[in-house]
């Protein structure tokens, strides 16, 4: 249902978009965002982006991540910047419909390390 890309080893300082695209089934989404889980901490809200366009970021990341979607291609990117040893994690894509189903990705690896 959620195909996630982007995910890989990254120098500190670097860069990473990550990609979320949803299958054509999950209708009338309201909002898409990113989760991440470090080892041994709970999994934890990273952006999120509604259909309007409003968004939420975790205070970790402000100011190096930016969500953004592409609403005909029912696909969420996260851009982040800056990267840092701890922004290592398991990031999940999230996507929530009008109905309130929610949909969670597979999961992609971040690594950020030299």
């Known amino acids: 249902q959620l195909v996630e890309s982007g995910g890989g080893l990254v120098q500190p300082g670097g860069s990473l978009r990550l990609s979320c695209a949803a299958s054509?089934?999950?209708?009338?989404?309201?909002?898409m965002g990113w989760y991440r889980q470090a080892p041994g901490k709970q999994r934890e809200l990273v952006a999120e982006?509604?259909?309007?366009?409003?968004?939420k970021y975790a205070d970790s990341v402000k100011g190096r991540s930016t969500i953004s979607r592409d609403n005909a291609k029912n696909t969420v990117y996260l851009q982040t910047n800056s990267l840092k040893p701890e922004d290592t994690a398991v990031y999940y894509c999230?996507?929530?419909?009008?109905?309130?189903?929610?949909?969670w990705g597979q999961g992609t690896q971040v690594t950020v390390s030299s």
């Open positions: 054509e089934n999950i209708r009338v989404i309201v909002a």
């Open positions: 999230k996507v929530r419909t009008f109905m309130g189903r929610v949909y």
């Open positions: 982006i509604t259909s309007g366009g409003s968004t």
